[in-house]
């Protein structure tokens, strides 16, 4: 048994929270609003991010940071990525946090003042070694983990027998967990697949059907490939629950909160009015603008990353997006030096 802290009590870190205890921990659900954690203590239930799950009593809500870090094994950070930075220096100035202990990403995004992956943002604000950080990520909706249905992950980081010992505490038997040490290539994997989520979203918005979206997928792993190659990960990753598998799921998910959004912009919406109805956070239009800045800035082809952009944030229509897409230059599909996992 562990104890760990999950820092975030949206509704991916209260289902992680719930099946953290559920494989035999002891777990913290820490958040920083009272109006949130409130309820969750008195009510066992998070109506406002996991409306109809029962929380087990044993799951410990709290706004106290330093009680709920207090000898912790691990720490789960499952926050916004524009705030990543915020709430790791807060945790690492934290008196009662053990200085060896894990820090495992559980956020999918970027890094929004430098691109990178989130373990570089936290490596960096929090001094920590390498060996400390791990990302838990893979296609993992939090509705039906929260309702124990069963799920696979992967926990990428250093090949140490610390990484064997929390992947044996973090399974059980409705959650499955990989391992990779591919933490860039893992990373990047899942922020950039929200991205293509949103123009998969968009097709469904403009009811195009379903031949493109699987072209779609096909075409966002090549620019999923080429950026992760160049941020010195690996293509082959793609291939794993990080990629191919987050990627599937998130793109034809009545749950994705990005294909969602892509609908509503398909569907004639503004980004702005859809974002303002959301309660949770759409992780790909952060990592929409990322994206697009840095592959310009290293030169990285990313055509969908490219109209995305464009429609999300200077009013290209929809339809016209698609269409630049479709009438691009004939090209080959696998590139002369390039996998077929990740070609263009």
Not at 245 to 273: A, M, P, W, Y
């Amino acid at each position: 048994m562990l104890k760990i802290a999950v820092i975030g009590c949206g509704s991916w870190g209260t289902a992680l929270g719930k099946a953290l205890l559920e494989s035999g921990n002891e777990v913290f659900l820490w958040g920083h609003l009272e109006e949130e954690i409130h309820p969750i203590q008195k009510e066992l239930e998070n109506r406002k991010y996991l409306p109809g799950v029962s929380l087990p009593a044993k799951l410990q809500a709290t706004t106290d940071l330093e009680k709920a870090l207090e000898n912790c094994d691990a720490l789960l950070l499952v926050v916004p990525s524009p705030v990543i930075r915020e709430v790791s220096l807060r945790i690492s100035q934290c008196p009662t946090l053990p200085p060896k202990a894990a820090w495992i990403l559980a956020s999918k995004g970027l890094d929004p003042e430098t691109g990178h992956p989130l373990s570089e943002a936290i490596a960096n604000t929090a001094s920590l070694s390498p060996e400390q950080i791990f990302a838990l990520v893979g296609p993992s909706h939090a509705e039906e983990v929260a309702k124990q249905m069963p799920t696979a992950l992967v926990l990428a980081g250093p090949d140490t027998p610390r990484r064997k010992q929390l992947q044996e505490n973090i399974s059980n038997d409705y959650l499955r967990v990989y391992v990779n040490d591919d933490l860039t290539g893992s990373q990047l994997g899942v922020a950039m697949k929200n991205v293509i989520a949103l123009a998969a979203g968009i097709c469904d918005g403009l009811g195009l059907g379903d031949n493109i979206k699987g072209a779609l997928l096909s075409r966002g792993l090549a620019e999923m490939g080429r950026f992760i190659e160049a941020h010195g990960g690996r293509r082959e990753t793609l291939l794993g629950l990080a990629g191919v598998g987050d990627l599937v799921t998130t793109c034809f998910s009545e749950h994705s909160r990005n294909r969602f959004v892509g609908q509503k912009i398909g569907e004639g919406k503004s980004l702005q009015e859809i974002l303002a109805e959301m309660v949770q956070v759409s992780e790909g239009v952060h990592t929409t603008r990322t994206l697009h800045t840095l592959s310009l800035d290293r030169n990285v082809e990313m055509p969908i990353t490219s109209k995305v952009y464009a429609t999300l944030f200077e009013d290209l229509d929809a339809r016209e997006a698609i269409r630049d897409l479709m009438t691009r230059d004939p090209a080959h599909e696998i590139r002369k030096g390039e996998v077929d996992v990740a070609s263009s």
